[in-house]
C-alpha cells in the first residue's frame, strides 16, 4: 500500500512535500480532519527529519531559522504598547511607578512569548518539566548568605512578589524547598531581565524594568559611572532620562501636595534624618563636620468622613485652652488626674473572675499553643475566636505623599517651627496675614501634625511660647500634635530593655532575659546588653514571649498531672478546645503579674522566690507589648487606649 501511494503520487505528477504544503497552505482546508491531524503531529514530522540519517548539512540550521522567526515575533508582541511596559521618562508619574509590579511583568511575558520563556528557563537551568531545580547543595556560608538576603528582600514587602514565587506564604515548607523555590524565583527574575534587554532592543520606548531599575539606582545615589554603564548594557534607562522622570514626576507630586493642602484636609507628619556629605577633597573649613540634619515629612488625606467642618474648631479650643492668656476661667475645662484615664472605655462586666487583658492574654496563650507548640494542637487554630474589639476604625487605603526634604534641624523647638511652615508651604498654606501668596484662610481650622515624643515636646513648647502672639498664625493656634504610636512601640520596647536587659543585676539568674538572649541570638549578646535597637528588642520579645508561654503550658499541664512532663506526652490525652481554653484561663491568672504580686511580696523573705516574682511580671510586660502590637495592627483604637494608660507609669519609672 506505502507503494501504491508513491506510484499515485508519480502518475499524478505531484510529489509529496507538494501535497503536504497544499494541505497546509489552501484555506479551504484549514479544517479537515487530515490537516488536523498533521498538526498535531507536527513535531513528530519535524524530529523525524532532523534525524533522518540522510538529511541535508543545514536541515537543522534551517528548522533554527523557522523558530528564530518564532522568537523574533514573540519579542515584538512584547515590545508592542498594548502590554503596558511602556515607560516615557518625560511624561512619568507615580502611578506608573506604584502599579509597576515584577509579578504581573512575568505573567505578561509567560503568556506572551511561551516559547522564548521556556527556552531561557532551561538555558539558565530550570527544568520546567519536573518543575524543581536539581539539588545544589550550599555551605553553611553561602545558606547563611542566601538567608540573609531573602530576609532583606522579603523586609521591605515586593508586593507579595517573593512570597507568590517561592510559594512560601502561610504553609509549613521543608528548608530544602524553601531553598529550592527561591532559586526559581531568581530564574524567574533573571528571566525577566533579560526578555526587558530584548524588548528595549526591539522598541526603545519597551523599557519599563530599566526605569524601575534607573530611579532605584538615583535614589541609592549611584555614581553617574555605573548608572551609565548599566544603561548601555539595557539594564537601566540612562542618566538623562532618570533626571526627566524624576522631574516629571516631582512637579506632579508638588501639585497633588498643593491641591491636597488647600483641601484643608489633610494631615501631616516629619521626622529627622542625617546624612553624611563626605568631601573628596580635604578643606580648611569644617572639615569633620560633613554630617546633615535635614527634615522628611509626608502628606496623607484623612479618611472615614472627616470633612472641613469637623475641622473648624480652632477658636473653641483657643477660648478653652489654658495657654490663652485672656481665657476667662469659666470656659477652661476642669483638671484632669491620671485617675481619669482609668475611665476610659471602663468594662461593664468581668467574665469568670477575668479582665479585658487577662481574656486577650488568655488568648495569646492558646494562639501560641495551637501556632508553635505540637502539631496536635494546630488543628485548633482557627477555631479559636479572636479577641474582642474595643473600638475598631475600619480599615481604608490611604495614599501617602512624600514631601520635600527641608534642610532644616528639627531638634530644636526654632527647628520645629521652621520644618511645620516649611511643610504647610508646600501644601499650599500660608500666614493669611503676612502673605501675600493665595492660600485657603487656615485661622478657624486646626491641622494635625504626626511626629515622635520629642516633636510633641517641642511644639508644645513652641505654643507656650508663642501664646501672647496676637494673630492665631503667630502662635500655632492651628496646630494639633497626634504622637505616632510606632514611636510609641518604640519606647515600650526601650523601657522592657532598661528594666530586664541593661541593669547587670537583672542579668545574673537562670531565669533572666539575657539568659534567653544566649538561647536565642547567641552572637549578638554584646548588642543586646549596650544598644540594640527597636527591631532586636521587637524579635526578641516575640520569640522570648512565646518560649515562656509555651513553658508556662510544660509546667502547667506537669502540676495538673504529673503523668505529663512534656507538651508531647500531654497530647496522647486527646485534649479538646473547650478544655484548652479552661486551661489558658488558668495560665493568666497563675503566671502573669496581677493584684496578687503585693501580697506575694509582703510574705517573709524565706518563702518568697523573687525569681518567680519577676518571671511573672516579665510575662506581663511581654504581653502588654504584645496586645499593644495587636491593637495597633488591627486598628483597635480603644484598645489601643487602654494599653497606653497601663504603660504611662511603665514609662515614666524606666525614664
Known sequence: ???????????????????????????????????????????????????HPSRPYNSAHMVTQLIKGVYVREVRTMASEDNGLHFGALSANMQQLEEFSIEETAQTMKSNAPGLWGLLGILLGEDERLGSNKDVVMSDAEEAVDDYYW?????IELEGFINALTSEGDTVASKRDIHTNRRAAICNIKK???????????????????SIIGIFLQSMHTLQNVVDTLARIGISISTDAIH???????????????????SLLASYAYDNFDVDLKSHLPVA????????????????????????DDLKCSEELWRQSALNTQAIEQDLPPRRTWKDLLSIHSESEVTQNLTRRDRFNAWLFLMDLCTHGPEYFHLFKSEIPPPEVIEEIPLQKTSITAAQAMDINNSTVSGNIRAVTELLAQGGIYDPVGSKLESPDISQHVVLIHGDLGTGERLQAAQIQRSIEATPWDRLQHLIFIPGLFHLKMACADAIWRCFLQPLSAREDNTSLMRDVTQLRPRETGIYCSKPGFRRMHVLIGSSGTCRRLDCWRIHVKNKSPAYSSLEEFTASKPVLNELIKMADELVQTYVANYKLQRIRRRPEEEQDVQFENSLLMNKYFLLYEELSYAMNRGDIGRTETCIVAWIPILKAMG
Open 1 to 51: 500500500s506505502f507503494q501504491y501511494l508513491l506510484t499515485t503520487f508519480e502518475d499524478a505528477g505531484i510529489k509529496p512535500f507538494q501535497f503536504f504544503l497544499m494541505l497546509l497552505t489552501r484555506q479551504e482546508l484549514n479544517n479537515h480532519p487530515h490537516v488536523h491531524e498533521l498538526l498535531v503531529h507536527s513535531e513528530d514530522l519535524i524530529g523525524a527529519i532532523i534525524k
Open 151 to 155: 530576609d532583606q528582600v522579603e523586609a
Open 244 to 262: 526627566a522622570a524624576v522631574k516629571s514626576m516631582s512637579a506632579e507630586s508638588q501639585n497633588a501636595m498643593r491641591e491636597l493642602g488647600q
Open 285 to 308: 573649613e569644617k572639615s569633620n563636620d560633613s554630617l546633615k540634619h535635614l527634615t522628611s515629612g509626608l502628606m496623607f488625606l484623612l479618611q472615614h468622613g472627616i470633612t472641613i
Open 192 to 210: 525577566v531581565v533579560i526578555l526587558s534587554i530584548m524588548m528595549q532592543s526591539t522598541n526603545r520606548k519597551s523599557n519599563a524594568l530599566q
